[in-house]
């Protein structure tokens, strides 16, 4: 139960490179979902998303 605690995070140069620009890659997705999102009054949304907090 408690193999979590194991778990030895990949801090190299190229993983924290490959992180930093994942949300200029995916910037153009979420424009082009927005242009073609039709939005009306009341619309319900789930915004499902990671977060980096340190």
């Known amino acids: 139960m408690t193999d979590y605690?194991?778990?030895k995070f990949n801090d190299?140069?190229?993983f924290v490179n490959t992180?930093?620009?994942?949300p200029l890659w995916s910037?153009?997705?979420?424009l082009l979902m927005?242009?073609?999102l039709k939005?009306?009054?009341y619309f319900k949304?789930?915004?499902i998303g990671?977060?980096?907090?340190?």
Do not use: C, Q
């Open 34 to 36: 927005l242009k073609h």
């Open 19 to 22: 992180f930093d620009e994942l």
């Open 5 to 7: 605690l194991k778990y």
């Open 39 to 41: 939005l009306k009054p």
């Open 12 to 14: 190299s140069e190229n």
């Open 27 to 30: 910037a153009t997705f979420r």
């Open 45 to 47: 949304v789930v915004d």
């Open 50 to 54: 990671g977060v980096n907090i340190e």
